[in-house]
């Protein structure tokens, strides 16, 4: 199910996602409400885009600062995901880099590829940064970028933006010298160049080569220039993992932002009940499954036992960050950003549900049930939990069914509903918020009696197909619920979920029963 009303006005990426949950297509935008909306609002697609809108069951968004950022994350998302509306993009949204060939006069050249000899610089976010930049390194050091040297000097070389090696105006050694300022500007040592250079300006200008020391200082201008205006995907040899979340009504929103070498890659979040070392826990659990990363920046400080934890799993220091200020201190705020755009979207529909059930308590925790069979054959039952508006898929459950024979919904629904509940009751586990059940007045009826068998008083309603009416116990008539309000479409949502989940189990046991 996808919520409009749920988008941010910000930039970032958004993902289409199928019934499975596979990645159908990734897309950027610089208005990620007016961009998801428009898909829905227009109705004159293009075949491609018209398939898009009518298989998309779902959909993720990842906000980001810029525009700019969104960019480079969708190129990145595109290559993990490999979406099926995106297989012609993947090669047009590839960054170039700059690239100084491995020839006995390197030639300084942009690239779409990283493979070949020589060395490769990049990728750049920009475009425009990035001509800037070869531009500003080309005419600097007077480096070539024809194809072939010519025999004769080309225009390049008579207004001064290219040294003649084809004509033998520059020793090999004098253009190795350039080539080597050249790797130190794109490797991104702009400081530590100017300041030699500098030194070496000073000694021309004592010894009287004031041509030399002219050039010199021409270089240096240029490369001061250079180093206020160089935006360069982030440089970085390791990995770091950000965390931030919040805690509101007794419940944790977290997210986990996964940088590699500099480009943010993914994202990964988490519901889950509040407890004084909630933290501590999910850092235990999480790193117990997944490498830990070489820098872990996260909004406070850790146990050093917790430290230790992670450099053992690590097998190496693992670095840990509270940033106050600077660029982490923007990545860690963009994570909070992140959990508020993506958790708290998801408050308006269940403030919306509350209000139209008139619960007397927000249904922050909510499990849906719903029954499938083939034939009467292989007959399961499934749960699904969501939390705060979301899928904690940790608390999904599924039933075969055991004290029914051939088809009968309405005993299926009791016996899941009674199995669930009875076990929460004996191991004393907290009862949901709300109780959703996939059906007429029919299943209601009878999970609504196996809970009054089980003296529970928590609220319950069904939601019939067709025409998505929604039914509480004790009214004839469904209630007067738009099937196209927040409300409806949050139990809609729900529902699917439910119904997806139950027919996945039914088709691997008759898989199972398939193998001799």
């Known amino acids: 199910m996808i919520d409009l009303d749920a988008l941010p006005h910000l930039p970032g990426c958004y993902l289409y996602m199928d019934e499975d949950g596979v990645v159908l297509y990734v ?12 898909y829905f609002q227009k109705k004159d697609h293009d075949p491609k885009t018209a398939s898009l809108v009518q298989a998309a069951r779902g959909l993720d968004v990842i906000v980001t600062n810029t525009e700019v950022e969104a960019l480079l994350l969708e ?11 995106n297989i012609l993009l993947k090669d047009s949204k590839r960054y170039a880099c700059i690239h100084l060939t491995g020839e006995k006069f390197p030639r300084i050249v942009i690239s779409r ?14 475009a425009k940064e990035r001509d800037y930049i070869f531009e500003v390194v080309r005419k600097t050091f007077q480096l070539r970028t024809c194809k072939k040297m010519p025999v004769h000097a080309c225009l390049r070389y008579h207004i001064g933006v290219c040294s003649g090696p084809c004509i033998g105006s520059i020793s090999m050694e004098e253009y190795g010298e350039k080539v080597k300022r050249a790797t130190s500007v794109l490797k991104g040592n702009i400081r530590e160049l100017i300041e030699s250079m500098g030194i070496e300006m000073k000694e021309l200008a004592s010894r009287q080569q004031f041509e030399q020391a002219l050039e010199l200082r021409d270089e240096i201008a240029a490369l001061e220039s250079l180093q206020e205006k160089q935006n360069v995907e982030r440089q970085k040899k390791h990995d770091e993992d950000i965390l931030n979340y919040i805690v509101r009504d007794d419940t944790v929103y977290l997210m986990l932002f996964k940088v590699y070498k500099g480009t943010l890659e993914d994202k990964q979040d988490y519901v889950f009940a509040f407890g004084q070392e909630f933290l501590e826990e999910f850092l235990v659990q999480y790193y117990s499954e997944n490498d830990p990363p070489e820098e872990l920046i996260v909004p406070e400080p850790l146990e050093e036992s917790l ?3 992670l450099a053992h799993v690590k097998g190496k220091k693992v670095k840990v960050t509270v940033p106050k200020q600077g660029e982490k201190k923007e990545l860690l705020d963009l994570v909070l950003k992140n959990v508020e755009i993506g958790f708290f979207g998801d408050r308006k529909k269940i403030e919306a549900l509350q209000s139209k059930l008139s619960l007397p308590k927000l249904p922050n925790v909510i499990e849906c049930f719903d029954i499938s069979h083939l034939s009467g054959t292989a007959t399961v039952g499934s749960m699904v939990q969501f939390r705060g508006g979301r899928p904690d898929k940790h608390n999904y459950r599924r039933f075969k069914i055991e004290s029914v024979e051939g088809i009968d919904d309405f005993a299926s629904i009791a016996e899941v509903v009674r199995r669930r509940y009875s076990r929460l009751l004996e191991e004393k586990h907290d009862m949901p918020d709300l109780i959703i059940i996939d059906g007429g007045k029919g299943q209601l009826s009878s999970a609504f009696q196996e809970l009054r068998k089980l003296k529970l008083r928590v609220p319950i309603i069904s939601i019939a197909k067709r025409e998505e009416e929604i039914y509480v ?5 469904p209630l007067p619920i738009k099937k196209d309000e927040k409300a409806s479409l949050f139990v809609q949502e729900l529902r699917d979920e439910a119904h997806r989940f139950a027919i996945n189990y039914n088709r691997l046991l008759r898989q199972k029963s398939l193998i001799p």
Request: net charge positive.
């Open 75 to 85: 190129n990145t998302l595109i290559k993990k995901h490999w979406p099926r509306y």
């Open 113 to 126: 590829k990283n493979t070949g000899e020589g060395e490769f610089f990049g990728p750049f976010v920009s």
């Open 27 to 38: 897309g950027k935008a610089k208005d990620l409400k007016k961009r998801v909306t428009s």
């Open 307 to 309: 430290i230790e934890f």
């Open 473 to 477: 116990p004790g009214l004839k008539s």
